[in-house]
């Protein structure tokens, strides 16, 4: 097999009197090669451009990577351009470029509204993700720091979360509007029962504040623009194992999933609602981290579990 491969990327012909190799990889046209990586991830593709020069052209072509790029990529770029954090200066710059250069830049993170929502595509499948920030959401009160407090931390994407002490009408709400490429989306909230930080280098938890969260359960909902709704509710201080880390609840950043929503070409922009709520005033609850909402397409959520699961 390993002789038959280094011959194929060797290829060349021989007389009449020596040994004869059939054609090569590098007689393959160039055309043929970007119609294969159609078919391909861009990780594959950018593996195989390293062969020779015809793989090479393929791996830059604008048709192959235009196939890669969600049909509203225009969209996600003029959020690039109205972004307060990016450095460029002229709104053109990246209209302008090849359709390899817009997938890489989008693939890198967008932020947006003062820098509390997030949006990238994914490196392997191309399908658009975002992340909210604790910042970017309606907690109510949040400004009393008797009972919450914002924690540096680089364990959240946006480098801090929202940490409660004590409350007894606990709700989080937020709301985003976004031109979603059509798709199939799951949003959730992720969420760390206890308080971290580090001592001697080591990750370490504190339970002390942590209480009420095993007394009643906190209710998920969310809502779009045309009318679709899913709830849920879960006790968040459950002693069972999680499904997806495998691991005790506690101590460790957990994504609850709120449901799902689908969004069809006719739709221009998506407004999603959503809200985590615990309102029950018999009792106070406290000691719970919440870093921020996901949305992601379904199946990029499902096969991130599977390999977690592995």
């Not at 006790?235 to 969004?263: A, H, P, Q």
Request: proline fraction near 4%; glycine fraction near 8%; include cysteine.
């Amino acid at each position: 097999m390993g002789a038959s491969l280094s011959n194929l990327a060797e290829g060349g012909g021989g007389g009449n009197g020596g040994s004869t190799i059939g054609p090569g990889l590098g007689d393959i046209p160039e055309s043929c090669v970007a119609c294969v990586f159609m078919y391909l991830t861009p990780p594959e593709i950018c593996n195989l451009a390293r062969l020779n020069h015809a793989f090479r052209g393929a791996a830059s072509s604008d048709a192959v990577w235009e196939s890669k790029l969600p049909h509203n990529y225009q969209d996600l770029l003029q959020f690039y351009s109205s972004s307060p954090l990016d450095d460029v200066d002229d709104d053109n710059t990246y209209q302008n470029s090849s359709k390899k250069d817009i997938y890489a830049r989008l693939s890198r993170s967008i932020f947006f509204d003062d820098g509390n929502k997030e949006v990238w595509l994914d490196r392997v499948s191309g399908g658009v993700c975002m992340a909210i920030s604790a910042k970017g959401m309606s907690i109510t009160g949040i400004e009393d720091r008797r009972y919450w407090n914002w924690i540096p931390t680089e364990e959240s994407r946006f480098n801090v979360v929202a940490f409660l002490q004590q409350i007894w009408w606990f709700e989080v709400d937020g709301v985003v509007k976004f031109p979603f490429p059509a798709g199939i989306y799951t949003l959730s909230f992720r969420l760390h029962i206890g308080k971290f930080s580090k001592r001697l280098g080591r990750r370490v938890s504190n339970f002390d504040q942590t209480h009420g969260w095993d007394i009643r359960p906190v209710r998920f909902e969310l809502s779009t623009s045309d009318g679709q709704q899913a709830s849920c509710e879960c006790c968040l201080d459950e002693s069972e194992r999680d499904d997806m880390n495998t691991n005790l609840k506690r101590g460790c950043w957990i994504d609850y999933k709120v449901g799902e929503f689908i969004v069809t070409d006719s739709e221009p922009t998506t407004e999603v609602r959503f809200s985590m709520k615990q309102i029950d005033c018999t009792h106070s609850k406290g000691g719970l981290c919440v870093d921020a909402v996901y949305i992601i397409p379904s199946d990029l959520r499902e096969r991130r579990r599977r390999q977690i699961l592995k």
